[in-house]
């Protein structure tokens, strides 16, 4: 059974940081692509970032390039989102997410949520002003 926990989420104020991590179990991890996601709501939930199994490539949504990095501990089966600089419109809930492209992220839709098998229950995360 695949599972993915998340963890970290918290309240902080803007210009703080937090890191996020993802625990991922009962799969092949280095065959996956995990990304994290966010969704506040009444929106649909957006892409943030993601790795390839192997770690050899990441991609970011425009949003939060030079502040987010995303990186991962293969012999923890664990992806994590450092966040840095954080922002009032950072706040949601984020998820982490996983799925088998052969290794890697596709470029042109990794951001997209319909694609991905695997969900875990989300981390809130609030910045405050």
């Known amino acids: 059974q695949v599972l993915l926990v998340e963890s970290g989420g918290g309240s902080v104020q803007a210009g703080g940081s937090l890191r996020l991590s993802c625990v991922a179990s009962?799969?092949?991890?280095?065959?996956?692509?995990m990304a994290w996601f966010r969704q506040v709501p009444g929106k649909e939930r957006e892409g943030v970032a993601a790795?390839?199994?192997?770690?050899?490539?990441?991609d970011y949504a425009d949003s939060v390039k030079g502040r987010f990095t995303i990186s991962q501990d293969n012999a923890k089966n664990t992806v994590y989102l450092q966040m840095n600089s954080l922002k009032p419109e950072d706040t949601a809930m984020y998820y982490c997410?996983?799925?088998?492209?052969?290794?890697?992220?596709?470029?042109?839709?990794?951001?997209?949520?319909?694609?991905?098998?695997?969900w875990g229950r989300g981390t809130q995360v609030t910045v405050s002003s």
């Open positions: 790795i390839t199994g192997g770690g050899s490539h990441t």
């Open positions: 997410a996983a799925h088998n492209w052969g290794g890697i992220c596709p470029v042109e839709i990794w951001s997209k949520q319909i694609y991905y098998n695997y």
């Open positions: 009962g799969y092949a991890y280095s065959s996956y692509c």
